[in-house]
């Protein structure tokens, strides 16, 4: 009875080893893999307008599934992206267990996740934007420009500190007049009412409330630059390994914002002015 649990277990050990060389495998060639199957499973925390799960249909909306989808066609690969919506954090771990081929949301290419997995080119930036009223009719281009004025943002971003630290370099006799709200469509509803003169937010959400609701008294300040914005690239993210679909991803997806496609694509979905988010 011992040696008969023993060889079931070694069949058992030998069937998941099995599995998961099949898995490395698939992984190590998700190029071919995709266009033998001609389904690409993705990704994402499911929050618009960048990558979500529709309601209705269960299918992939956003900017970065339609920026997949078009990569895909110059790619020469015929694909329906299946999307699957999970917590931010678990988006990387899902990758390398083969539950997704590819993380299809707006995560940071950062040195730390490029040890565990492997990145695209930057496919854009979302960093924090500078938004104020219609016109801008108080010059407001950088955070150094709010010395005097009222500002605000959302409790618990890295904003605060932001305005803070400007608040502090404010010439003597001078501030900031730092607003902390909830959430960012309370900052949005004052900034547009014009009890504060400007706001520093995430980028893509002020573009996609705009699109949204153009009532919105307010823009994003177009030459406004970002405390990092370098640090801010998004990228898409594969298990190692896949250099062959990276490689021809990137070189598609560089074509695509040489013709501009990439800025067709996010101004159909309110991410404006592109420049703002397609290049540095």
């Given at each position: 009875?011992?040696?008969?649990?023993?060889?079931a277990?070694?069949?058992?050990?030998s069937?998941?080893m099995?599995?998961?060389?099949?898995?490395r495998?698939?992984?190590?060639?998700?190029?071919?893999?995709?266009s033998?199957?001609?389904?690409?499973?993705?990704?994402?925390?499911?929050?618009?307008?960048?990558?979500y799960?529709?309601?209705?249909?269960?299918?992939?909306?956003?900017?970065?599934?339609?920026?997949?989808r078009?990569?895909?066609?110059?790619?020469?690969?015929?694909?329906?992206?299946?999307?699957?919506?999970?917590?931010?954090?678990?988006?990387?771990p899902?990758?390398?267990?083969?539950?997704?081929?590819?993380?299809?949301?707006?995560?940071?290419?950062?040195?730390a996740?490029?040890?565990?997995?492997?990145?695209?080119?930057?496919?854009?930036?979302?960093?924090e934007?500078?938004?104020?009223?219609?016109?801008?009719?108080?010059?407001?281009?950088?955070?150094?420009?709010?010395?005097?004025?009222?500002?605000?943002?959302?409790?618990g971003?890295?904003?605060?500190?932001?305005l803070?630290?400007?608040?502090?370099?404010?010439?003597?006799?001078?501030?900031?007049?730092?607003?902390?709200?909830?959430?960012?469509?309370?900052?949005?509803?004052?900034?547009?009412a014009?009890?504060?003169?400007?706001?520093?937010v995430?980028?893509?959400?002020?573009?996609?409330a705009?699109?949204?609701?153009?009532?919105?008294?307010?823009?994003?300040?177009?030459?406004?630059?970002p405390?990092d914005?370098?640090?801010?690239?998004?990228?898409?993210?594969?298990?190692?390994?896949?250099?062959?679909?990276?490689?021809?991803?990137?070189?598609?997806?560089?074509?695509?914002?040489?013709?501009?496609?990439?800025?067709?694509?996010?101004?159909?979905?309110?991410?404006?002015?592109?420049?703002?988010f397609?290049?540095?």
């Open positions: 009875m011992i040696k008969k649990c023993r060889f277990a070694v069949l058992a050990l069937a998941m099995s599995t998961a060389a099949l898995a495998a698939q992984a190590a060639d998700l190029l071919t893999t995709v033998n199957t001609h389904v690409l499973t993705i990704g994402t925390s499911n929050d618009a307008p960048l990558s799960v529709d309601s209705k249909t269960k299918g992939a909306l956003g900017a970065l599934p339609d920026l997949l078009a990569a895909l066609t110059r790619m020469g690969v015929k694909a329906d992206l299946k999307i699957v919506a999970m917590p931010f954090s678990s988006l990387i899902a990758l390398n267990a083969g539950r997704i081929d590819m993380i299809g949301d707006a995560m940071y290419a950062t040195a996740r490029e040890k565990i997995i492997s990145f695209t080119d930057a496919t854009f930036y979302n960093p934007s500078l938004d104020v009223a219609k016109g801008n009719p108080l010059k407001l281009h950088q955070l150094s420009d709010l010395c005097g004025h009222s500002a605000g943002t959302y409790e971003t890295t904003y605060v500190d932001q803070r630290r400007a608040s502090k370099a404010c010439p003597a006799g001078t501030s900031i007049d730092v607003h902390l709200y909830p959430t960012i469509q309370n900052v949005f509803a004052d900034l547009s014009g009890r504060l003169n400007a706001a520093v995430d980028s893509s959400l002020s573009a996609y705009l699109k949204q609701n153009p009532a919105l008294s307010f823009e994003l300040v177009a030459d406004y630059v405390a914005k370098k640090g801010s690239a998004c990228a898409f993210g594969v298990a190692k390994g896949n250099d062959a679909f990276v490689a021809a991803f990137n070189k598609a997806y560089a074509a695509m914002l040489s013709d501009g496609t990439a800025a067709q694509i996010f101004t159909q979905w309110g991410l404006t002015p592109t420049s703002f397609l290049s540095l």
